[in-house]
């Protein structure tokens, strides 16, 4: 079965400290991660994809299969990094799971 | 611009009542579903479709139906609706193939009294 477990539900930092997200997934197989990103009312974007090894807004995320993780970090977060963030997995089909999103807030 | 498209925007309806939401993209992607978004629930499928004609059920299918009548449009009708169903709707589609890339639309807000 695939799973994604996203462990805050809310994170808190102030401007221009790290932030890192945590996301651990469960899949037997290759997986496929993403970050997706929601600001406020407004619809979910793709952020990163681990395939691409991409770094978006300052953001990166390593994929380590030996922890079966994929965490989202930042190492200086901006107001404007405030906003709901979901880890998602896909595993060999369309099929796309995502964990219950957790919703940073970074403070001035 | 090309993207999903998704209306109404906000509704609100009556317990009991019916309602249709709409999407509709215009990027030829074959892959289209249908998820809601609820506080601490993150997103959950819906039902989802692979093609015209072929539809499939998600996470939490029930008290909802969908059809797939073409290419460009997915509609999600609510036959009877209950408190329960109040949520965030949001449709997304992808191309097939090895890489999954969802565009979302900007998402239904409904509430059912």
């Known amino acids: 079965a695939q799973r994604v477990t996203q462990p805050e539900k809310l994170l808190s930092v102030f401007k221009g400290a790290p932030v890192e997200l945590k996301c651990n997934y469960s899949y037997s197989g290759s997986p496929e991660l993403f970050w997706y990103v929601q600001y406020s009312r407004q619809r979910l974007q793709l952020l990163l994809r681990?395939?691409s090894r991409e770094s978006i807004k300052g953001f990166t995320a390593d994929l380590n299969k030996g922890e079966t993780s994929f965490h989202l970090k930042k190492p200086f977060a901006q107001e404007e990094d405030s906003a709901m963030y979901y880890c998602?997995?896909?595993?060999?089909?369309?099929?796309?799971?995502f964990g219950k999103g957790t919703k940073l807030t970074v403070n001035p | 611009n090309a993207g999903v498209t998704q209306t109404p925007k906000f509704h609100i309806l009556k317990t009991g009542q019916s309602m249709t939401l709409q999407c509709a993209q215009d990027m030829n992607h074959g892959y289209l579903s249908w998820y809601r978004q609820d506080p601490g629930m993150g997103l959950r499928r819906i039902h989802y479709?692979?093609?015209?004609?072929?539809?499939d059920k998600g996470e939490v299918p029930d008290g909802y139906n969908v059809s797939r009548s073409n290419t460009e449009d997915f509609p999600l009708r609510l036959e009877s609706a209950a408190p329960s169903q109040t949520s965030v709707y949001f449709c997304?589609?992808?191309?097939?193939?090895?890489?999954?890339?969802?565009?979302f639309g900007s998402g239904t807000r409904l509430t059912v009294v």
């Open positions: 997304a589609s992808s191309t097939q193939g090895d890489i999954c890339d969802y565009t």
């Open positions: 998602a997995l896909r595993g060999g089909s369309e099929k796309l799971v």
């Open positions: 681990h395939i």
């Open positions: 479709s692979v093609a015209a004609g072929i539809t």
